[in-house]
Structure formats: C-alpha cells, structure tokens
C-alpha cells in the first residue's frame, strides 16, 4: 500500500534535489558577478543624487552573487532550503534607503540573483539588458522646467507682497514651501519653475524695495541639491 509519505518523496524529493556540478556553480557565479557589473555601471551612469556612495554600488555586485548563491543551494535539497528560510526570516535590514532609485537598484540585484541562481540564465541577461536600457533612457529624459527653491527674506509684509505678486506675474506656478515671521522680518520659501532665467527673477525680486536678500536653490523635489 502507497503511503502518502511514499507519495511526496517521489514526486517531490525526488524532483527537487538537483547535483550542483562544479561548472554549474562556476558558470552561475560568473554571470552573477557579470550582471552585478553591469548593474554596477548603470547605478554609476544614472546617478542623479546628491552624493554618490560607492560602497551601496559595490553592494550591489555582492548582493547579486550572495543572492545567486543562496538560490542555488535551496534549489539542490529541499531540506536544506526550508531549513535556510527560518534563517533568512530573522534577518533585518537597518540602513535607510534615502533615494527611491536606491531601493528599485537593489531589488534588481536580488531578483538578478534568484533568476540566475535557478539557472534562468537568459531570463537574466535580457532582463537585466531591457531594464538597464529603460534606466538610461529615463535617466537622459530632459525636464522642462526643473523645480527650484527661492528663499526670499523681506523687511515688511509690503514687500512680501510685492514680491507674491511679481512671482504671479513672471511664474505660471509656484508654491509656498515655508514661512517664518519673526521680529527682524519675514523669511519665505517658495518652489518656482524658472527654466532658464532663474538669475534675471532673483535680480529682479532682489531689486524690490525692503527685500534684504534673494537665494535661488536647485532642488529636485526631496531634498536640496
């Protein structure tokens, strides 16, 4: 009589465990080191941040073969894997990821290394290749009119006024970000589209009467730059 025991170690066990070959590991970790290097490249090309961290980019080639690592060892015992899932599911990640492209890179060496680790070794390449282009091409996308911040600081509300209103007659949008009103005057931070002629808008609200000083700041939309 078959057990249901009998049943799941021939259809399962028996079709799970595959013989990790010395060429098959070679040939995999070399492709993951490839594709970590090419991910390595695209980060380094499309880096558009505040300040470049070339040690999160050297993770990403590490993250990609420890990954393709760590797959090919579940693939080859079935025991084994379920064993190193209760590991991995204690395992915590503190380091905040400040730019969402960061996050995006990183789940692209994780998902590198799994395919490549179970031996999808064309899913891999042309992924990584069709991903990889996109990026480049985002990344060279010109944007038409760049956000910046403008820090203006005004003796009076006169001039504060002036300045909304010289804001409304030479900007299609802008917004006010912040305010500070103190006994020395009013501080004002505005997110303004000024394509080309930022320096002629800062002159020109620097030229207004009771502004003391006018600041033009890129800013992509997180953070200063």
């Known amino acids: 009589m078959i057990t249901f025991q009998d049943l799941f170690k021939r259809s399962v066990l028996s079709n799970w465990s595959t013989d990790l070959t010395l060429g098959r590991i070679l040939l995999t970790m070399g492709l993951a080191l490839a594709l970590g290097l090419f991910l ?14 070339r040690s999160y980019n050297h993770s990403l080639i590490l993250i990609t073969m420890v990954t393709a ?8 015992n079935i025991v084994l894997s379920l064993g190193m899932v209760g590991a991995l599911s204690i395992v915590r990640f503190r380091t905040a990821v400040k730019d969402p492209m960061d996050l995006v890179f990183l789940f692209w060496a994780i998902a590198v290394g799994i395919v490549t680790g179970a031996g999808l070794y064309i ?23 760049a956000p910046y911040l403008l820090v203006v600081n005004c003796a ?25 009103i ?20 800062v002159r020109e609200i620097a030229a207004i009467e ?12 997180d953070y200063a730059a």
């Open 156 to 180: 009076t509300e006169a001039s504060d006024s002036l300045v909304q209103s010289t804001l409304k007659g030479q900007r299609k949008r802008f917004a006010v970000k912040s305010r500070t």
């Open 123 to 145: 899913l891999a390449i042309v992924g990584s290749l069709v991903i990889g282009l996109i990026v480049f091409v985002l990344s060279r996308t010109p944007v038409a009119d």
């Open 182 to 201: 103190s006994p020395a005057g009013i501080e004002t931070t505005y997110e303004v589209r000024v394509g080309n002629g930022g320096s002629d808008i």
């Open 40 to 53: 390595y490249f695209v980060y380094k090309k499309t880096f558009r941040g505040v300040m470049y961290s």
């Open 69 to 76: 690592l760590v797959i090919m060892a579940v693939t080859s």
């Open 210 to 221: 009771g502004v003391r000083n006018a600041v033009l700041v890129a800013y992509n939309g």
